[in-house]
């Protein structure tokens, strides 16, 4: 089975910073990777599918890149609402497979 | 409006069986595959098993093979999951969640319920 590792598992930033999440997978999965925001309590929200494509709805402060094994999720410019935790996903056919998540907080 | 909606988790002991429960509206359920995702208490998404949007094809996560049955009644926009065997581990929140295409698995999940929790313990 493919295996989905994220870093780093928590970052501290601020208001306006750039923050990169990172999600590797264990083999080659082209471009099968979603990214989702979870906040406590609440059911994930899907952000990215397809490695770069941007869900509908959601600030373009958002983009994801990558593809094969590495992968990035971008925030451009942290807003108070972002501090959340972000999982990435993997999927192929009915084969599915959740990162173990990195948690956004503030410093 | 589009949304789905969970019920029937609740307090079992182990080896016991419940059947939550998944109510879709605003959108033409028989062509979306479905899926089952979970989160224990603290921790991470864990994919839990999937229906496709006819019902004849069905998958399951190696942690639930033999012990959870996923179904779905696309008569009443429902979509069910039987837990059987319940273990302490199997105690988390459950979330159906719906494939963002309409075809095959669906990809990605665009749209989640809010969840609801089941709790093994003795």
């Known amino acids: 089975d493919i295996q989905m590792a994220q870093s780093p598992s928590t970052l501290s930033a601020s208001v306006g910073d750039r923050v990169t999440i990172t999600c590797r997978a264990s083999q080659s999965i082209s471009s099968w990777l979603a990214w989702y925001q979870q906040k406590p309590g609440k059911a994930p929200k899907l952000l990215i599918y397809q490695a770069s494509n941007l869900e509908s709805g959601v600030p373009s402060r958002f983009s994801g890149s990558g593809s094969g094994t590495e992968f990035t999720l971008t925030i451009s410019s942290l807003q108070p609402d972002d501090f959340a935790t972000y999982y990435c996903?993997?999927?192929?056919?009915?084969?599915?497979?959740f990162g173990p998540g990195t948690k956004v907080d503030i410093k | 409006e589009v949304q789905l909606l969970e019920s029937g988790g609740g307090f079992i002991q182990p080896g016991g069986s419940l059947r939550p429960s998944c109510a879709a509206s605003g959108f033409t359920f028989s062509t979306y595959a479905m899926s089952w995702v979970r989160q224990a208490p603290g921790k991470g998404l864990e994919w839990v098993s999937a229906i496709s949007g006819s019902g004849d094809a069905t998958y399951y996560a190696d942690s639930v093979k033999g012990r959870f049955t996923i179904s779905r009644d696309n008569s009443r926009n429902m979509v069910y999951l039987q837990l059987n065997s319940l273990r302490a581990e199997d105690t988390a929140v459950y979330y159906c969640a719906k494939g963002r295409l309409t075809w095959g698995s669906g990809g990605s999940f665009d749209l989640w319920g809010q969840g609801t929790l089941v709790t093994v313990s003795s």
């Open positions: 996903q993997h999927y192929n056919g009915y084969f599915f497979s």
